[in-house]
């Protein structure tokens, strides 16, 4: 096949996938418009350019996450649209076969995937981190609300006994809290001190709260502009406990992963997110495989329904499968690596046997 065929199918793909995602980017921003606003819109100090920002920040780490799915239609879409047109046919009665005019579609899929890890993770990871500030600033003090994604409970232990932190929002890949509440504890388990804090910074050795109210168990409360509270804690532990994988970016992981191994921490959240964005490139040549396998028959009238709707159902359980073994890497049951690889492989090779069988006999 010469390089302009080549050139156009891939630029076909490349404009189609452009197409929908756009019209994803859209569509997730609108939903996520509509449901942030339901929720803040009773907090003093909300506008709706306020939520339109902070849905805007978000919406990139949304759209990230259908981007296996956007492979998938926009390959179906392409390879449907050039047999309606003939083209297929036409390649094929000139002696192309299926894996040649299948390549260019591949490498867009693949062309696909690495922007999404190169470019879009990095602006995806730096806004969400600055919707959570901005909503965190509007919900400062006004709110109880606890975010799902975030882990609001952390125990340390130090020389004069525990403590307990708790907080309503979670910033700064850990290294921030928002509303924060400390119980202390004696050496025998109980409380014998509470410490509430607008803002919380971890520093080297401590904690630095600002603006506090202090209350003993046995006396009157207590305002104070700033407070400490030792720790041991580091802050890569503190990142590995606290922070979101989603808010780093793919470039700073490999060095967040080295440094939590190096003390003695299994880093698998962290690992499971980096194997994953390598793997995705692959997983969307996968996804355009399977797209293949129902896209390609040449029907007079048009694709078959059934056809179709097949490729959907099988693109859906290889995501499910994706997010489950995913699942497990982050527990630790299987190794990252392998989970991360697993789905794309098996569904690699779905797609080279049915093409196989189907165009080599």
Do not use: H
């Not at 305002?223 to 606290?242: C, G, M, Y």
């Amino acid at each position: 096949m010469g390089w302009t065929l080549g050139r156009y199918f891939f630029l076909r793909y490349a404009t189609i996938a452009a197409w929908f995602f756009a019209g994803i980017f859209a569509l997730v921003f609108l939903i996520d418009f509509t449901e942030l606003t339901s929720r803040i819109s009773r907090i003093p100090g909300f506008t709706y350019w306020i939520a339109a920002t902070i849905s805007a920040l978000r919406v990139p780490m949304l759209v990230l996450q259908t981007v296996p799915f956007v492979g998938l239609f926009a390959a179906m879409a392409t390879l449907i649209s050039l047999n309606r047109k003939y083209e297929l046919v036409v390649a094929r009665a000139a002696g192309i076969s299926a894996w040649q005019f299948l390549l260019p579609v591949c490498l867009g899929a693949f062309v696909f995937g690495v922007l999404a890890v190169a470019v879009l993770n990095p602006l995806a990871a730096s806004g969400l981190v600055r919707s959570q500030n901005i909503e965190d600033v509007l919900r400062s003090g006004k709110s109880n609300q606890v975010g799902s994604d975030t882990v609001p409970w952390l125990r340390q232990k130090t020389p004069s006994g525990d403590t307990i932190i708790g907080a309503r929002a979670i910033l700064s890949q850990g290294l921030e809290m928002s509303d924060a509440t400390f119980f202390m504890l004696d050496r025998d388990g109980d409380i014998f001190e509470r410490k509430d804090a607008r803002r919380v910074f971890l520093r080297d050795g401590y904690w630095e709260l600002q603006d506090v109210t202090v209350r003993p168990s046995d006396g009157p409360g207590e305002k104070r502009t700033a407070d400490r509270v030792p720790t041991d804690l580091k802050p890569e532990f503190v990142q590995e406990r606290l922070a979101q994988p989603e808010t780093i970016p793919f470039y700073e992981l490999p060095r967040k992963i080295e440094v939590a191994r190096s003390f003695g921490l299994g880093a698998n959240a962290f690992a499971m997110q980096f194997d994953s964005l390598i793997a995705l490139p692959f997983l969307l040549v996968a996804m355009t495989l399977i797209a293949a396998t129902v896209s390609m028959r040449f029907a007079r009238m048009g694709q078959s329904a059934t056809m179709i709707l097949g490729g959907v159902v099988a693109g859906f359980l290889l995501y499910v499968v994706s997010v489950l073994v995913k699942a497990f890497g982050v527990a630790g049951l299987v190794p990252t690596i392998v989970a991360a690889w697993f789905p794309v492989v098996v569904a690699m090779f779905f797609g080279v046997t049915f093409l196989l069988y189907k165009e080599d006999g």
